[in-house]
């Protein structure tokens, strides 16, 4: 298992930036996988950006509605990964969560609020 606690959220205007942190309570690199999902009112959570953090070449994954504007990256040192989003929309208001997978467990943290608007 691991804990994750995610922070950075919070109210931007349309345009604006944001960056999410996660903070992990063991190494990243120990880790198979990190992901950043989001769950607006009324709908599914969604994948928005993964990458593999336990192999050492990383690949990365975003959904189609955030490619260009969104970055996943981390730092082992920290045992942290982030969430850079630029370009914000308004659609792109929800809880973001972070996630670690591995075998034996699909840990989640408890969520952050982005919400952007004017």
């Known amino acids: 298992q691991v804990q994750l606690v995610e922070s950075g959220g919070g109210l931007v205007q349309p345009g604006g930036s944001l960056r999410l942190s996660c903070v992990a309570s063991k190494s990243i690199s120990s880790i198979y996988s990190m992901a950043w999902y989001r769950q607006a009112p009324g709908k599914e959570r969604e994948l928005v950006a993964a990458l593999n953090s336990g192999s050492p070449t990383y690949y990365t994954y975003y959904a189609d509605s955030v490619t260009g504007r969104f970055t996943i990256s981390l730092n082992n040192a920290e045992n942290a990964v982030y969430l850079q989003m630029n370009s914000l929309k308004p659609e792109d208001t929800a809880v973001y969560y972070c996630?670690?997978?591995?075998?034996?467990?699909?840990?989640w943290g408890q969520g952050t609020q982005v919400t952007v608007s004017s």
């Open positions: 996630n670690g997978r591995d075998v034996g467990y699909d840990s």
